[in-house]
T-cell receptor, first 119, second 110 residues
Framework: GAVVSQHPSRVICKSGTSVKIECRSL??????MFWYRQFPKQSLMLMAT?????????EQGVEKDKFLINHASLTLSTLTVTSAHPEDSSFYIC???????????????FGPGTRLTVT | RKEVEQDPGPFNVPEGATVAFNCTYS??????FFWYRQDCRKEPKLLMS???SGNEDGRFTAQLNRASQYISLLIRDSKLSDSATYLC???????????FGTGTRLTVIP
């Protein structure tokens, strides 16, 4: 159990275009999902917390108008990188927190990641 | 001071060896603790949660020391497949997010 999928796994796009990444919890419901990015040989950096039915909470320094997050259902969150630039090239990983008996577990299960390259 | 600190390694150990990693956290209000493993260019995968009483899962043992604010992971009888980066992860009590250590790289040598 606790499987999270992410699509696409790899995307190459031109500078100025937008890219949408989907994150789905396949066998559990997730009120809360998270979006991270990771640069080579660095730790995960939390970008935003996605809450079903409400606005996402962004970490300091992350532009909400550039990284649009939508959490439309208990199993799907999307991240759209708008007007992408080469410096946005990174590994983007989502995670979903499994709720246990109505309480938070804080256990996060990660999707396989999306490698974005902006040319 | 970083929320979570780990020795980055690398740890190179022979097959069958026992290896231990420590991780310290700065916020005494932290309530949840985890060890994740991450293979190269892959996503982190939950290895085990760390409970106050300590817990064991096969060859893996995790312990929490609240007084000294550190958690540990012990791997016995190392296998080649244990080679990965091990991430110490701490929930900052009451917050939504987790804080990740930079990871400890383990390589098990034949």
């Amino acid at each position: 159990g606790a499987v999270v999928s992410q699509h696409p796994s790899r995307v190459i796009c031109k500078s100025g275009t937008s890219v949408k990444i989907e994150c789905r919890s396949l066998d559990f419901q997730a009120t809360t999902m998270f979006w991270y990015r990771q640069f080579p040989k660095q730790s995960l950096m939390l970008m935003a917390t996605s809450n079903e039915g409400s606005k996402a909470t962004y970490e300091q320094g992350v532009e909400k108008d550039k990284f649009l997050i939508n959490h439309a259902s208990l199993t799907l969150s999307t991240l759209t990188v708008t007007s992408a630039h080469p410096e946005d090239s990174s590994f983007y990983i989502c995670s979903a927190e499994r709720t246990q008996a109505g309480a938070r577990s804080y256990e996060q299960y990660f999707g396989p990641g999306t490698r974005l390259t902006v040319t | 001071r970083k929320e979570v600190e780990q020795d980055p390694g690398p740890f190179n150990v022979p097959e069958g060896a026992t290896v231990a990693f420590n991780c310290t956290y700065s916020n005494s209000a932290s309530q949840s603790f985890f060890w994740y493993r991450q293979d190269c260019r892959k996503e982190p995968k939950l290895l085990m949660s760390v409970y106050s009483s300590g817990n064991e899962d096969g060859r893996f043992t995790a312990q929490l020391n609240r007084a000294s604010q550190y958690i540990s992971l012990l791997i016995r009888d190392s296998k080649l497949s244990d080679s990965a980066t091990y991430l110490c992860v701490v929930n900052n009590g009451g917050a939504n997010n987790l804080f990740f250590g930079t990871g400890t790289r383990l390589t098990v040598i034949p």
